[in-house]
């Protein structure tokens, strides 16, 4: 079956600055990209998304880009704050069911 | 606009009982998928329903667990005779097609 890499596992930054969270997949046949926040305790929380018809969705502070001919989306997240400390997964899907990479454990220390 | 509901929210069961979780999808959304997620885990494809259909089912076990979703009424995911490695959060997610899926905040379940 598809195949997500998540990078890094775990990030910690400093309020203000920004994140990266890199995924990168195989197949092909993926057109949707969602982006999803998950605070401890509750279920995760779609917070952005992208179809492959396009490269880059921004929303206020948080931006996706998508490179499908390298088979990799990106979430940026600009001007941290501590609310923002949370584990993110990116996902995708080709249609049929989502595939959801292993997380990323964000710290942004104040 | 209610979001999609989970109950119970907390589970205990006796192993070798069964377990029953349910999933109200938010209104107008046909489509449910759930997931399965181990303490500092991701979150594991089980089983894609839509209404009195299963679509997909490819990562649930065969045996002991069964899911579905019919005309009327929430989605059941139904685990028989449970095992401590059962033990997980469930959550359930429904879009209004087969795109963003918006979660349940899951269901609990501790098999002691």
């Known amino acids: 079956g598809e195949n997500v890499e998540q990078h890094p596992s775990t990030l910690s930054v400093q309020e203000g600055d920004s994140a990266v969270i890199k995924c990168t997949y195989s197949?092909?046949?993926?057109?949707?990209f969602p982006w999803y926040k998950q605070e401890l305790g509750k279920g995760p929380q779609l917070i952005i998304d992208?179809?492959?018809?396009?490269g880059e969705k921004k929303d206020q502070r948080i931006a996706v880009t998508l490179n499908k001919t390298a088979k990799h989306f990106s979430l940026h997240i600009t001007e941290t704050q501590p609310e923002d400390s949370a584990v993110y997964f990116c996902?995708?899907?080709?249609?049929?069911?989502?595939?959801f990479g292993p997380g990323t454990r964000l710290s942004v220390l104040p | 606009n209610a979001g999609v509901m989970q109950n119970p929210r907390h589970l205990v069961r006796r192993r070798g009982q069964e377990a029953r979780l349910r999933c109200s999808p938010m209104?107008?959304?046909?489509?449910v998928y759930w997931y399965r997620q181990l303490p500092e885990e991701g979150l594991k494809f089980m089983v894609y329903?839509?209404?009195?259909?299963?679509?997909?089912e490819s990562g649930m076990p065969k045996e002991r667990f069964s899911a579905e979703f019919p005309k009327e009424g929430p989605s059941i995911l139904r685990i028989q005779q449970v095992v401590r490695g059962d033990s997980a959060a469930y959550f359930c997610?429904?879009?209004?097609?087969?795109?963003?899926?918006?979660f349940g905040p899951g269901t609990r379940l501790t098999v002691t």
């Open positions: 329903l839509q209404k009195e259909n299963i679509i997909d």
């Open positions: 997610a429904s879009s209004p097609a087969s795109g963003a899926g918006y």
């Open positions: 197949d092909s046949a993926s057109n949707y």
């Open positions: 996902a995708l899907s080709n249609g049929q069911n989502f595939v």
């Open positions: 992208i179809r492959s018809n396009v």
């Open positions: 209104k107008g959304h046909s489509h």
